[in-house]
T-cell receptor, first 115, second 112 residues
């Protein structure tokens, strides 16, 4: 049973479209994250939610909007997609934000290609 | 702010060679330190961690020691295998614990 699952795994879409990536975790964790990995493998935190509440919102265009319907789900909606949005997006979860040694569990990633 | 610096890759080794990937950090307080590994086409997996100074994390033959005096957490393995080929990320858990901060990753390629 997959701990953190994302769908879809691959997403190819045209510029200007709106798309969503879904994430679910079955670990009972309170905190979920979205990271973006660029072509050079650099990982950058985008958002962090703790118990459905936003606790980190890094410098991300407001075309990106996370939605957390419950603490097991954190979806990422992207409006008006641009070429520069092409990347791999990783969802992750951890037990409790604020605990120093909390490790994060990652999904398999969604490779988004904007053409 | 908090940050992690890793050695630039790629690192190319022959099987059974000794591996070191350097990692240093900048942080206020006493962060936790992690090494994650990303195999091709997969997500990140925790490889090992250390939560306080002088702790040694170890797993699958890999080791790293939390050195507060040099603010380092270098990854080592005595004898690498082809199956170790992957991207390795050093990461820091900040005092607030809100999110892990990652280094830029080091690609390791091991040939037989």
């Amino acid at each position: 049973d997959t701990a953190v699952s994302q769908t879809p795994k691959y997403l190819v879409t045209q510029m200007g479209n709106d798309k969503s990536i879904k994430c679910e975790q079955n670990l009972g964790h309170d905190t979920m994250y979205w990271y973006k990995q660029d072509s050079k493998k650099f990982l950058k935190i985008m958002f962090s939610y703790n118990n459905k509440e936003l606790i980190i919102n890094e410098t991300v265009p407001n075309r990106f909007s996370p939605k957390s319907p419950d603490k097991a789900h954190l979806n990422l909606h992207i409006n008006s997609l641009e070429l520069g949005d092409s990347a791999v997006y990783f969802c992750a979860s951890s037990q409790v934000a604020g605990q120093l040694n909390t490790e994060a569990f990652f999904g398999q990633g969604t490779r988004l290609t904007v053409v | 702010g908090n940050s992690v610096t890793q050695m630039e890759g790629p690192v190319t080794l022959s099987e059974e060679a000794f591996l070191t990937i350097n990692c240093t950090y900048t942080a206020t307080g006493y962060p936790s330190l992690f090494w994650y590994v990303q195999y091709p086409g997969e997500g990140l997996q925790l490889l090992l961690k250390a939560t306080k100074a002088d702790d040694k994390g170890s797993n699958k033959g890999f080791e790293a020691t939390y050195r507060k005096e040099t603010t380092s957490f270098h990854l080592e393995k005595g004898s690498v295998q082809v199956s170790d080929s992957a991207v390795y990320f050093c990461a820091l858990g900040d005092q607030a614990g809100t999110a892990l901060i990652f280094g830029k990753g080091t690609t390791l390629s091991v040939s037989s």
